[in-house]
């Protein structure tokens, strides 16, 4: 298996509400990534997860709050998001985690998770 | 941190042209380039790469060239076709992550 499968594809959820994104790969990858794109713009890194552990917060807003459960999965829990959140969620993975040497791998992206906050 | 600077942000061509896109980046410590190819509503999809021990790649029609000195990088398409059309992002690591380019929108007509 030679992908990175993400879901839902679409999202629609008011400002109250609690919701998961979810990812997962097969690939024996151990760093894996949360991406943020608006429309025409570039991919922005949220977090990275570096052999299950959190090894970059690019200072994202709380209401964004990652997990890793294991080596396959990577999940994205929402929590009170506003409008502006509203993008295409992005999920990646690599061969090695980037926390231990200066590693550099393609990153395999999920067709991600197009999210709409009301 | 590192900044990635992409230039054309719009670029058209005919059919069978080439086409040049070319990107800079700020740290001296990056030392891999991948460019993505976005079609509408897809996700980035990698279509080349290159390290730093490396200044050229090709790939069919496909090429990129690095100039560590200058700090820059540049893909260059020939005999582009229709499909060809999308986004394309540079890409720079400095071993953490990945930092885009701001992406070149790549049209060519027929």
């Known amino acids: 298996d030679t992908e990175v499968t993400q879901t839902p594809k679409h999202l629609v959820m008011g400002m109250t509400n609690k919701k998961s994104l979810k990812c997962e790969q097969h690939?024996?990858?151990?760093?894996m990534y949360w991406y943020k794109q608006k429309a025409k713009k570039p991919p922005e890194l949220m977090f990275v997860y570096s052999y299950e552990k959190l090894s970059i917060n690019e200072s994202v807003p709380s209401r964004f709050s990652p997990e890793c459960p294991n080596s396959s999965l990577l999940n994205l829990h929402l929590h009170a998001l506003q409008p502006e959140d509203s993008a295409l969620y992005l999920c990646?993975?690599?061969?090695?985690?980037?926390?231990?040497?200066?590693?550099?791998?393609?990153?395999?992206f999920g067709p991600g998770t197009r999210l709409t906050v009301l | 941190g590192e900044n990635v600077e992409q230039h054309p942000s719009t670029l058209s061509v005919q059919e069978g042209d080439s086409a040049v896109i070319k990107c800079t980046y700020s740290d001296s410590a990056s030392n891999y380039f991948p460019w993505y190819k976005q079609e509408l509503g897809k996700r980035p999809q990698l279509i080349i790469d290159?390290?730093?021990?490396?200044g050229e790649k090709k790939d069919q029609r496909i090429a990129v060239t690095l100039n560590k000195t200058a700090k820059h990088f540049s893909l260059h398409i020939t005999e582009t076709q229709p499909e060809d059309s999308a986004v394309y992002f540079c890409?720079?690591?400095?071993?953490?992550?990945?930092?885009f380019g701001k992406g070149t929108t790549l049209s060519v007509s027929s």
């Open positions: 690939m024996g990858h151990r760093a």
């Open positions: 890409a720079a690591s400095p071993g953490t992550a990945l930092i």
């Open positions: 290159i390290r730093s021990n490396v």
């Open positions: 990646a993975s690599s061969q090695e985690g980037v926390a231990w040497r200066r590693a550099y791998n393609e990153q395999f």
